[in-house]
C-alpha cells in the first residue's frame, strides 16, 4: 500500500496531539518542586558563617527548620525566593549536631544534618574549678582542679586536649600534662606535710587561667606541756594566773590553726572541776583563772577536745592569814569584820569576800556576802528582819572560818 | 430667715483647714493607722488591678479593706508622692467633715445659726482631734463624713419621695461604703434609723399641732405611709452595701478571719486602766461632758426620741470593759472583735449638734437670757469664760498628747535603710523590723523587699501570727509572752520564712537575736543595728498567691473610683452651693420642724448646774488621786515605787534625788556605779511589777521589801530587794545601797585574741559571688545525739564539735519522725553555742516548740512569761530523728573569755564564781548545764540566764538549782541519721578524727549525786552587748 500524504496527515495530527498531551502530562509532573543539598560542607568551625545552599528546581517560597541542642528555630532564606540560608549565630556559635529539614508549604523538601565543631583557631579559654579551698596537711585531704579548655564561644574543645596543671608549694613546683576527657581534664592535688598555701594554675597552649589558691590548714594537735605564770603564790583571790601551753603542733610538726580552743580542767582539793580555756595563737594558748581565796591546791590538765591533751600540772596556794577580827557592836546587830591582812601584813586588796551565814535552831535562815574595804567589811543585822533572839553566826573569809553560837540580838 | 452665704460655716471651714491643714503635717505621721493606709496607698498605686500583696505576712490580699482612700491615696501619688496622697485625702476628710457636720446639724436643728455654731465647734471637738491628730483614721473619718452628707438626702428622699434624692442618698451612701465598712454598717443602725424615726415624727406632726399630739397609731399609720419609701431606700443601701465592696465579703467568706483577739484599749475598765480610760472616754467626751444632761434632755425630747435612744446605746458601748453592759450587748465574739472606740466617736459625733445648740443658745439666744436674768451678767460672762477655758484646754491636751507621750519612735531616717536592702541583692531575702512602730508601713511602702511581719492583722494567713494576740512582731515587747514567743519562733526557724536580716532600732530585743544565733552585721548612719542570720536561703524567684477571679479585680478597682465620680457628679451643687449658699428658692422641708429657742427650761438649768458641781469633783478628785499617787516623797513606799520607776526608765538623776541627801554617797559616785553595771537587769529588763511591803516602820525610818518582777526579752526575773528610809523635812529617802568594792589587779593588761575577717565578695560585681570567695563550710562533727522524753516534751540532746581549723556558725535542725511520718522539726534555739572556735564544744538542745494556743479552749497565761513554752502536741511517740547540721564562717561573737573560777556543790544546787578574764565587759553570761547518768552518757540540757554581765577581770556569783530528773526517758545514742553541711557524720568521723579520745570529754564532768544523774557539766555563753 502506498504511504499517501493524505493518511500520514491524519496520523500525524495525532501523534503531534498525542505528544503534545503527553509533554503536558510531563510537564504538569516536573511543576512539584524538588530541591537538593549543594552545599557540599557539613563540618564547620564553631563561629563561621554557616550558609546552606539548596538546588530548587522552581524558585518558590521554602522555609528551613533548624534544630540543635541550644534550641530550634525556623528561618527563611538570605533572599525572597531564594535558597541560600544563613544558620543563625546563636546555633553557629554552638558545637554539636544540627539538623535541618527544609520545607515547603509544610511539604518536606529534604532534610540532613550538619557537625559544628570547636573552633581551635580562635583564642581559647579556661574554665577552671578548684575545691575544696581548704583541706587538711597530712596527704590524705586533696583538692581537686577541674579545667574545662573552650574556644571563644564557649564550646570545650576536643577530647584529648592536653592541659598543662601547675601548682607550687612552698618550695615545690609541680607540673602535670593531662589530656581532656568527656570535655573536662581534672586532677586531685593531695596535700603535703607542711600546712601553708598552695597555689595552682592551668594552661592549654598559651592560654593560662588566673591563680587559684588552696588553704592546707595544719592536722590535729598531738599532745602538749603546760606550765603555769603567777604574780606570788598566794589564796589572796586577786592575782591572776595564767595557764601556758607550749607550742600545739600537729604530727608533722605543724602549728596548729590560729583560733583552736583548748579547755584547762582544773580540779580542786574538794574534787570539783573548774573550767577555763584559751585559743592559740602560734600554737599557744593562754588562759586565766583568777587566785583562789583560800590554801587550795590545784590539778591542772588541758585539752583539745577528742584530740590532743597536755601533763597534769599541780600548782598550790597558800593560805594569806591565820585569824582576823571580829567586833559586835549595838547589841550584836553591828558585826565588824577585820581588818584583814594579807600576807605580809598589808591590808588586803579591796573586793575579799566575806560570807556571813545565820542560823536560828540549827537552821541557816540568812547567808550574807559582802566585799572588804580597806580590809574591813560591816554587818547589819536589821531589826526587821532579825528579831530579837539567839543566833548562830558562822563568818569565812579567805578560807579562815569562825563560829560565834548563841549570840543574842536585842 | 435669712439666705446668704452662712458666715458660720465659711469660718468654720476656713479655720477648720488652716488649723488641722497644717498640724497635720506634725501629727498625722506619727498616728497609729495613717502610714498604713499609706502603705496601701503605695500597693494601689503600683498595682492598681491586683489584690495580692507579697510585702507583708509572707503575701495577703489588699482586699480586707475597703479601697477608696487607699486608692485615692495611690491615685494623689502621682501627683506629688504618697506623701502628697495621704495630706490631700486628709484635708480632704477635714473638709467633708465640717461640711458634713453642719448639714447634718440642719437636718437635726433646722437652723442655720445653729448649724453653723456646730460646725465652728466640730472644728475643734476633741474626738474628731483625737481620731486625725492621734489615731490617724482617715477611712473612719471619711466615710463618716459622707455618711452626715446622705442624711439630709435620706431626709428628703423620705419625706418628699422625689426620687432625685433617693439617688442623692444612695450615690453617697455608696462612697462611705467602699471607704470604710464598718461605718454604712452601724451607721444604718445608730444614725439612719433614728433620722427614719425622726422623719416619722415629723411627718406626723404635719398632721396635728404639735409633737405632743403625735400618738402611737399616729406614728404607726405614718410609717404605714412612708413604708415604701423606707423599704426602697433600705434595700437599695443593702444592695450597695453588698455590691460596691462585693469582693471583701467574697473574702471575708473564703478567708474568715482567724485572728484571735488582739487586746485594745477601748475594751479595757477604763477606771483600772487609767490611761485607756483618758484616750477612748474622756479625751472623746471632752466638753461634752459637761453638758451632758442637756444633751440628754434634748435628745429625748419627742422629735428626737430615736436619737436619744441610739445615743444612749452608743454611750454604753462606748465604755468598753467597764461595765459588762457593752460585753452582754454585743457577744463574747463582737466584742473581742470590735474597737470600741469608734461607738463613743459617733455617740460624740452626734452630739455635736446638740452642743452647737447650746453654744447657740449661750451665746445669742434664750440661755444667755435666761442666765442674765437669774445671775446676772458677770456670771454669764465668767461661765462663758470657764467654758472656752475648758474648751480650749481640752483642744490643747489633746493636740499635744502625741508631744508629750509620744505613740510612736523617734521619726527614723529610712534612706539607710533602703539603701542597704538595695544593695547585694540584700532584697532577696525577707527582713524584720523592730522597734519601729507604725513607721515600718512607710518602711515597706519604699521597698521592694518583703517582710514577714505587717501592720494589718486582719489579713495575717501565718497560724504563728493569727493564734497569737500580737499587734505585730516588730513591737512585740509590749505584748508579753505572746509577743515575745511569737518572735523567737521567727526567729529560731528563719530559714522557713527566708528571713535574713533584722533592723533593731531597740536595744531590748538584741539578747533575743544573740542567743537565737543572729550575729550584728553592723550599724547604719541610722544608728538602725542590722542583724543577720547565717545559713537561710534566698526567696524563690515565683512566690505563691492566692488568685482571683478577673471579675473581682475590675470591680475592686473601678467601683470605687466609680462612686466618688457619680456621686461628684450630681451631688457636686448639693455639697457646695447648697451647703455654702442657698440657691434654691426654697429651703428644704425640713427647715419646718425647727423650735423656737424661747425660753430655756429652768429644770434643766439646775440640772445642768449641779451636773456641772458634781464633774467638778469627781475631776478634782481624779486629780487628787493622781497627786497622792505621783507625789513621789510622800510615804515609803511611794518613794520605793518612784526610786525603781526612775531606774526603770533610765532617769539616774531623778533616782538620785530620792536619795538620802545626809548619805555620803555623792551624784557622781552614783551615775558612775549606774555607769558601770550592765546586763540583762540593768540594760534589758523592763519593771513590769513591784510590790513593796513595809517591814518595820517608825516615824522617821523605815525598811521595806521590795518585790519587784522585770520583763527581759529572754525570761522573767523576780528579784527582792531591801531598802532603808528615812525621813527628812516631810519626805521619805532611800538609803543608798552597796556598790562592788572589787579591785582588779591589774591596771593596765594585754590580751592576745584570735580574730578574723571575711571578705566576702573581694571583687566589687554585682553578678553572683566568684566561685574563689566563696569560703568551704567548717566541717563539724555530732560527738552525739538522741531523743529523751522530758515531763511530756519530745527533745533531741546531744553534743556537737567545730572539727575545722575556722570558727564555724553552726544551725541544729532536728527533725522527728514516727515511722517515717514527720511529726516536727526545729532548730536548736538558745541551749547551744552558736559561735563556735576550732575544736569547740558544745551541748545542744532542740526543743520541738508548738504554736501556743491554737486550740482556742486553751487558757492563756495571764501574765508575762517571755520564756513560756508550748511544747508540740504529739499524737504519736517519735520514735526516730535526723538531725541537719550546717555550719558557716563565723568571724565575730567568738569571746571566750570567760572561766568557771570557783565551785561548790551543794546537795540541790550548784554555786561559784564567774571570772572574765579577756578584754569585753560581757553583758548576759548564759550557763548551759548538761546532765549526765552514771555511764557518763548525756541525758539532758538546761540553761540559766546570769541577770548581772561582768567586766573584765570581775567576779560574778551565780547559784544554779538541779532538775529532777529521776521521770527522764533517756534515749539511744544514734547518729545514723545525723548530717553535716548535706553529708553523713559518720563518714565525717571516720575521715577526719579516726582517733577520737572520748575519755576527754569526761574530764570536765562534777561529780553530782543528783536526782536521776550522776554528773553535770558547766559551759558558758556570753553575749557581748557593745563589743569593742
Given at each position: ?7 500520514i ?11 503534545s498531551?503527553?509533554?503536558t ?9 524538588s ?30 527548620f533548624?534544630?540543635s541542642s541550644?534550641?530550634?528555630t ?9 535558597s ?26 529534604t ?18 574549678y578548684?575545691g ?32 598543662v ?14 589530656y ?7 586532677t ?42 603567777r ?90 592569814l ?27 586588796p ?5 560570807r ?20 574591813i ?13 539567839s ?5 569565812k ?14 | 430667715m ?7 460655716l465659711?469660718?468654720?471651714l476656713?479655720?477648720?483647714v ?27 498605686a ?19 479593706y ?6 485615692s ?30 448639714r ?12 453653723g ?21 482617715l477611712?473612719?473619718i ?13 431626709y ?10 433617693l439617688?442623692?442618698a ?14 454604712p ?36 399609720k ?20 453588698i455590691?460596691?465592696?462585693?469582693p ?13 483577739p ?9 477606771f ?9 472616754f ?44 457593752p460585753?452582754m ?6 466584742f ?51 467654758f472656752?477655758g ?8 489633746t493636740?499635744s ?43 515597706s ?22 493564734t ?7 513591737n ?10 511569737s ?18 532600732n531597740?536595744?531590748?530585743y538584741?539578747?533575743?537575736l ?40 475590675l470591680?475592686?478597682g ?33 427647715f419646718?420642724?425647727?423650735i ?37 516623797q ?16 533610765k532617769e539616774?538623776e ?17 551615775m ?7 546586763g ?23 525598811k521595806?521589801?521590795?518585790?519587784t518582777?522585770?520583763?527581759?526579752p ?6 527582792t ?28 593588761f594585754?590580751?592576745?585574741?584570735a580574730?578574723y ?14 566561685h ?9 562533727e555530732?560527738?552525739s ?5 522530758y515531763e511530756?516534751r519530745h ?5 556537737l ?5 575556722v ?28 559561735k563556735?572556735?576550732p575544736?569547740?564544744?558544745?551541748s ?14 486553751e ?32 568571724t ?14 551543794q ?47 570581775r ?16 534515749g ?22 579516726p ?33 569593742k
Amino acid at each position: 500500500m502506498k504511504v499517501k500524504l493524505r493518511h500520514i496527515t491524519p496520523l500525524l495530527i495525532v501523534l503531534v496531539l498525542c505528544i503534545s498531551i503527553a509533554f503536558t502530562a510531563v510537564l504538569e509532573k516536573t511543576e512539584e518542586v524538588s530541591a537538593a543539598l549543594i552545599t557540599k560542607k557539613t563540618m564547620f568551625n564553631a563561629g563561621s558563617i554557616i550558609m546552606l545552599k539548596f538546588k530548587l528546581n522552581i524558585p518558590s517560597e521554602t522555609q528551613l527548620f533548624v534544630h540543635s541542642s541550644y534550641g530550634s528555630t525556623v528561618i527563611n532564606p538570605d533572599t525572597h525566593q531564594g535558597s541560600q540560608f544563613t544558620i543563625p549565630s546563636f546555633i553557629a556559635n554552638k558545637k554539636g549536631i544540627v539538623t535541618y529539614t527544609l520545607f515547603y508549604q509544610s511539604k518536606i523538601l529534604t532534610q540532613g544534618e550538619i557537625q559544628i565543631t570547636s573552633n581551635e583557631t580562635t583564642q581559647i579559654y579556661l574554665e577552671s574549678y578548684i575545691g575544696p579551698p581548704s583541706i587538711i596537711a597530712g596527704g590524705k585531704d586533696y583538692t581537686m582542679h577541674v579545667v574545662v579548655p573552650t574556644d571563644a564561644y564557649d564550646n570545650p574543645l576536643p577530647d584529648s586536649t592536653a592541659i598543662v596543671m601547675k601548682h607550687q608549694f612552698l618550695e615545690t613546683e609541680k607540673e602535670r600534662i593531662i589530656y581532656s576527657k568527656d570535655m573536662i581534664g581534672w586532677t586531685n592535688i593531695f596535700s603535703y606535710n607542711p600546712s601553708g598555701r598552695l597555689l595552682l594554675f592551668s594552661k592549654v597552649n598559651k592560654k593560662v587561667s588566673k591563680e587559684f589558691s588552696v588553704d592546707v590548714f595544719p592536722a590535729l594537735p598531738e599532745n602538749f606541756q603546760i606550765r603555769s605564770k603567777r604574780k606570788h603564790m598566794y589564796a589572796d583571790g586577786n592575782q591572776i594566773t595564767q595557764f601556758i601551753t607550749s607550742e600545739i603542733k600537729d604530727e608533722y610538726d605543724n602549728v596548729i590553726s590560729d583560733g583552736t580552743l583548748v579547755d584547762f580542767v582544773i580540779k580542786d582539793t574538794k574534787g570539783v572541776m573548774l573550767h577555763t580555756q584559751g585559743s592559740t595563737i602560734n600554737g599557744q594558748a593562754i588562759a586565766k583563772m583568777l587566785h583562789p581565796d583560800k590554801k587550795e591546791t590545784w590539778e591542772v590538765k588541758a585539752y583539745v577536745q577528742g584530740m590532743a591533751e597536755s601533763n597534769t600540772l599541780s600548782i598550790t596556794y597558800t593560805q594569806v592569814l591565820e585569824d582576823f577580827n571580829v567586833q559586835f557592836n549595838n547589841n550584836n546587830r553591828e558585826i565588824i569584820i577585820g581588818p584583814l591582812q594579807s600576807f605580809m601584813e598589808q591590808l588586803i586588796p579591796d573586793g575579799a569576800m566575806v560570807r556571813m551565814d545565820i542560823f536560828k535552831e540549827q537552821k541557816k535562815i540568812d547567808t550574807k556576802i559582802k566585799t572588804t574595804s580597806e580590809g574591813i567589811v560591816r554587818f547589819l543585822l536589821q531589826e526587821g528582819f532579825y528579831p530579837s533572839g539567839s543566833y548562830d553566826i558562822q563568818i569565812k573569809a579567805l578560807g579562815v572560818q569562825k563560829e560565834y553560837k548563841k549570840t543574842i540580838l536585842q | 430667715m435669712d439666705k446668704s452665704t452662712n458666715k458660720y460655716l465659711i469660718s468654720a471651714l476656713l479655720v477648720g483647714v488652716i488649723f488641722h491643714g497644717t498640724s497635720i503635717f506634725f501629727t498625722l505621721e506619727s498616728t497609729y493607722d495613717a502610714l498604713i493606709h499609706l502603705f496601701f496607698g503605695n500597693h494601689y498605686a503600683n498595682n492598681w488591678f491586683e489584690p495580692w500583696n507579697y510585702s507583708w505576712y509572707t503575701g495577703f490580699t489588699v482586699m480586707g479593706y475597703p479601697p477608696l482612700v487607699h486608692q485615692s491615696i495611690g491615685l494623689l501619688s502621682y501627683i506629688g508622692g504618697l506623701k502628697f496622697g495621704l495630706f490631700t485625702v486628709a484635708i480632704i476628710g477635714i473638709i467633708l467633715f465640717i461640711t458634713g457636720i453642719y448639714r447634718f446639724a440642719l437636718v437635726l436643728t433646722s437652723n442655720r445659726n445653729v448649724a453653723g455654731y456646730t460646725a465652728i465647734f466640730a472644728v475643734f471637738s476633741s474626738t474628731f482631734i483625737e481620731t486625725l491628730h492621734v489615731f490617724g483614721q482617715l477611712p473612719s473619718i471619711i466615710g463618716l463624713s459622707i455618711l452626715l452628707h446622705a442624711l439630709p438626702e435620706i431626709y428628703l428622699w423620705i419625706k418628699v419621695g422625689k426620687y432625685k434624692y433617693l439617688v442623692n442618698a444612695l450615690s453617697l451612701l455608696a462612697v462611705t461604703v467602699t471607704s470604710h465598712h464598718v461605718t454604712p454598717i452601724f451607721g444604718m443602725v445608730f444614725f439612719i434609723f433614728p433620722l427614719i424615726g425622726m422623719i416619722i415624727m415629723d411627718a406626723s406632726r404635719e398632721q396635728v399641732n404639735s409633737y405632743k399630739e403625735v400618738r402611737f397609731l399616729l406614728f404607726f399609720k405614718t410609717f404605714l405611709s412612708l413604708f415604701k419609701r423606707i423599704v426602697s431606700f433600705g434595700l437599695g443601701s443593702l444592695l450597695l452595701i453588698i455590691i460596691c465592696i462585693l469582693p471583701y465579703w467574697i473574702n471575708t467568706k473564703n478567708n474568715p478571719i482567724t485572728q484571735v483577739p488582739i487586746p485594745h484599749g477601748s475594751r479595757d475598765n477604763f477606771f483600772e486602766v487609767t490611761s485607756s480610760g483618758l484616750v477612748f472616754f474622756l479625751i472623746p467626751w471632752g466638753i461634752l461632758l459637761f453638758i451632758l444632761p442637756y444633751v440628754w434632755y434634748r435628745f429625748y425630747s419627742k422629735r428626737y426620741l430615736f436619737f436619744g435612744l441610739s445615743f444612749t446605746l452608743l454611750t454604753i458601748l462606748g465604755t468598753g470593759g467597764t461595765t459588762p453592759i457593752p460585753r452582754m450587748m454585743l457577744g463574747e465574739n463582737a466584742f473581742n472583735i470590735l474597737t470600741l472606740d469608734r461607738f463613743t466617736l459617733w455617740a460624740s459625733i452626734m452630739a455635736l449638734p446638740i452642743f452647737g445648740e447650746f453654744g447657740y443658745r449661750f451665746i445669742e439666744g434664750d440661755l444667755k437670757k435666761s442666765i442674765q436674768d437669774r445671775y446676772g451678767g458677770v456670771y454669764r460672762r465668767i461661765l462663758g469664760g470657764l467654758f472656752m477655758g475648758t474648751f480650749v484646754f481640752i483642744v490643747f491636751f489633746t493636740m499635744s498628747l502625741g508631744y508629750f507621750r509620744p505613740f510612736q519612735p523617734q521619726k527614723i531616717k529610712m534612706l539607710p535603710i533602703l539603701n542597704f536592702l538595695q544593695q547585694d541583692q540584700h532584697d532577696h531575702w525577707r527582713y524584720l523590723p523592730l522597734g519601729f512602730g507604725d513607721q515600718m508601713a512607710w518602711l515597706s511602702a519604699q521597698t521592694n523587699a518583703m517582710t514577714v511581719d505587717g501592720n494589718y492583722h486582719s489579713a495575717r494567713r501565718l497560724p504563728e501570727l493569727t493564734t497569737r494576740a500580737v499587734e505585730r512582731l516588730e513591737n512585740s515587747k509590749f505584748r508579753g509572752v505572746e509577743g515575745i514567743g511569737s518572735l523567737q519562733q521567727f526567729l529560731t526557724v528563719p530559714e522557713k520564712y527566708n528571713l535574713k536580716y533584722v533592723f533593731s532600732n531597740d536595744k531590748f530585743y538584741d539578747p533575743i537575736l544573740y542567743f537565737c544565733g543572729w550575729q550584728r552585721l553592723r550599724q547604719l548612719e541610722n544608728g538602725i543595728m542590722v542583724w543577720e542570720k547565717l545559713n537561710v536561703p534566698p526567696l524563690s524567684s515565683i512566690l505563691p498567691k492566692e488568685d482571683v477571679p478577673m471579675f473581682q479585680k475590675l470591680m475592686w478597682g473601678l467601683i470605687p473610683v466609680g462612686t466618688v465620680l457619680f456621686a461628684f457628679i450630681i451631688n457636686i451643687q448639693l455639697i457646695w452651693i447648697h451647703g455654702l449658699k442657698s440657691k434654691q428658692k426654697s429651703f428644704p422641708v425640713y427647715f419646718k420642724f425647727g423650735i423656737p429657742y424661747e425660753g430655756f427650761h429652768k429644770g434643766i438649768l439646775k440640772i445642768s448646774h449641779l451636773w456641772g458641781g458634781v464633774m467638778i469633783i469627781v475631776f478634782g478628785i481624779g486629780f487628787y488621786k493622781l497627786y497622792i499617787k505621783n507625789a513621789k516623797q510622800i510615804s515609803p513606799v511611794n518613794v520605793t515605787e518612784s526610786y525603781y520607776d526612775a531606774l526603770d526608765f533610765k532617769e539616774f538623776e531623778r533616782a538620785y534625788s530620792y536619795l538620802d541627801p545626809s548619805s555620803d554617797k555623792t551624784k557622781d559616785q552614783f551615775m558612775l556605779e549606774i555607769a558601770v553595771t550592765d546586763g540583762l537587769l540593768s540594760s534589758y529588763a523592763k519593771l513590769d511589777e513591784i510590790k513593796v511591803n513595809i517591814t518595820d516602820k517608825t516615824d522617821s525610818t523605815a525598811k521595806v521589801k521590795a518585790l519587784t518582777s522585770w520583763i527581759t526579752p529572754l525570761e522573767k526575773i523576780d528579784k527582792t530587794f531591801y531598802h532603808e528610809l528615812v525621813k527628812k523635812n516631810k519626805k521619805w529617802f532611800v538609803k543608798p545601797s552597796l556598790y562592788d568594792l572589787d579591785i582588779p589587779p591589774d591596771q593596765l593588761f594585754v590580751e592576745n585574741t584570735a580574730e578574723y575577717h571575711n571578705h566576702g565578695r573581694r571583687r566589687i560585681s554585682s553578678e553572683q559571688t566568684y566561685h574563689e570567695d566563696v569560703l568551704k563550710q567548717p566541717v563539724l562533727e555530732v560527738l552525739s545525739a538522741k531523743i529523751v522524753t522530758y515531763e511530756g516534751r519530745h527533745v533531741i540532746i546531744g553534743e556537737l564539735q567545730n572539727i575545722d581549723n575556722v570558727p564555724a556558725d553552726v544551725v541544729i535542725t532536728g527533725t522527728l519522725y514516727e515511722n517515717d511520718i514527720l511529726l516536727a522539726r526545729y532548730n536548736a534555739k538558745h541551749q547551744m553555742k552558736h559561735k563556735l572556735m576550732p575544736k569547740e564544744t558544745t551541748s545542744f538542745r532542740v526543743n520541738f516548740e508548738g504554736i501556743a494556743w491554737v486550740d482556742q479552749k486553751e487558757r492563756k497565761p495571764e501574765t508575762f512569761n517571755p520564756d513560756e513554752f508550748t511544747p508540740m502536741d504529739f499524737e504519736d511517740k517519735p520514735n526516730t530523728f535526723d538531725l541537719q547540721c550546717a555550719g558557716n564562717v563565723a568571724t565575730v561573737d567568738l569571746y571566750k573569755g570567760v572561766a568557771i573560777n570557783e565551785l561548790s556543790v551543794q546537795k540541790d544546787h550548784v554555786e561559784g564564781v564567774l571570772f572574765n578574764s579577756g578584754l569585753q565587759e560581757v553583758t548576759i553570761p548564759l550557763l548551759l548545764i548538761s546532765y549526765y547518768d552514771e555511764n557518763k552518757e548525756l541525758i539532758w540540757v538546761d540553761h540559766q540566764y546570769l541577770p548581772e554581765g561582768i567586766r573584765p577581770q570581775r567576779k560574778q556569783y551565780f547559784d544554779y538549782r538541779f532538775l529532777n530528773l529521776s521521770e527522764i526517758e533517756k534515749g539511744e545514742n544514734n547518729l545514723k541519721n545525723v548530717f553535716v553541711n548535706g553529708l553523713s557524720n559518720t563518714v565525717i568521723s571516720d575521715k577526719v578524727v579516726p582517733e577520737r579520745k572520748y575519755d576527754h570529754q569526761f574530764a570536765s564532768m562534777i561529780p553530782v549525786d543528783g536526782k536521776g544523774f550522776s554528773y553535770i557539766k558547766l559551759e558558758i555563753n556570753t553575749y557581748i552587748g557593745a563589743p569593742k
